[in-house]
């Protein structure tokens, strides 16, 4: 099925492009962009874009390497007492 029609992209070119990035560094992080590079193509109108990326997403092998989720340590909560009290107009 073509995903792409100004390039002719079509939903087995995306998967394979993801096979051929995650083959070539499985801790690559897959965007759109380099999907187009690994074909050799560039989107022109971005119409495609939501489906493409839903496409993408949709691969078993899109999904961030297990071993790189999880690094950034978690924000911590602000307590409300903390929070610094609302701005008051000067009287
Ligand atoms: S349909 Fe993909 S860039 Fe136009």
Redesign the pocket.
């Given at each position: 099925m073509i995903i792409?029609?100004?390039?002719g992209v079509t939903d087995s070119d995306i998967s394979e492009a993801i096979a051929a990035i995650r083959t070539s560094d499985p801790r690559a992080v897959i965007t759109p962009g380099k999907v187009y590079r690994a074909l050799g193509k560039a989107?022109?109108?971005?119409?495609?874009v939501r489906e493409?990326v839903d496409h993408m997403r949709s691969d078993e092998q899109f999904a961030v390497p297990a071993e790189l989720r999880g690094l950034r340590p978690p924000t911590p909560a602000v307590e409300p007492e903390a929070a610094e009290p609302p701005l008051r107009p000067a009287v």
């Open positions: 792409c029609f100004c390039s989107p022109r109108c971005g119409g495609c493409f």
